[in-house]
């Protein structure tokens, strides 16, 4: 059975940092695409890093480089989410995914919701909140 679970969540300060994490199982990770996202109440689910199981790349939204760093432990099955300089922008539930590398091209595939489904899989989230 597939899953993957996120933790790290929680009340931020602005200006600080946040590592979450996403545990996967059920599959192999290192042959699967995977991504975070997030989502905020009456917007659309939006990728924010994503990592192709092809070559390895990255893709962050210009808007968020140089603040969100994904990186991932096949060995650990792990998946993570750095975020630094947290902003109140950045509130909403994140999302880790996974998609298997046949079925993506790029990271910047893997960052589109959309694309997700089918034949892909999503945790069930974390939320975030940066508040003072």
């Known amino acids: 059975q597939v899953q993957l679970v996120e933790s790290g969540g929680g009340l931020v300060q602005p200006g600080g940092s946040l590592r979450l994490s996403c545990a996967t199982s059920?599959?192999?990770?290192?042959?699967?695409?995977i991504g975070w996202f997030r989502q905020v109440p009456g917007k659309e689910r939006e990728g924010v890093a994503c990592?192709?199981?092809?070559?390895?790349?990255?893709y962050y939204p210009d808007s968020l480089k140089g603040r969100f760093t994904i990186s991932r432990d096949d060995a650990k099955n792990m998946v993570y989410l750095l975020i630094n300089s947290l902003n109140a922008e950045d509130t909403g539930v994140y999302y880790c995914?996974?998609?298997?590398?046949?079925?993506?091209?790029?990271?910047?595939?893997?960052?589109?919701?959309?694309?997700?489904?089918?034949?892909?899989?999503w945790g069930q989230g974390t939320q975030v909140t940066i508040a003072s």
């Open positions: 990592i192709s199981s092809r070559d390895g790349s990255i």
């Open positions: 059920g599959f192999t990770l290192e042959d699967y695409a």
């Open positions: 995914a996974a998609k298997a590398g046949l079925f993506i091209d790029t990271a910047r595939e893997m960052c589109i919701a959309d694309a997700i489904s089918p034949m892909g899989y």
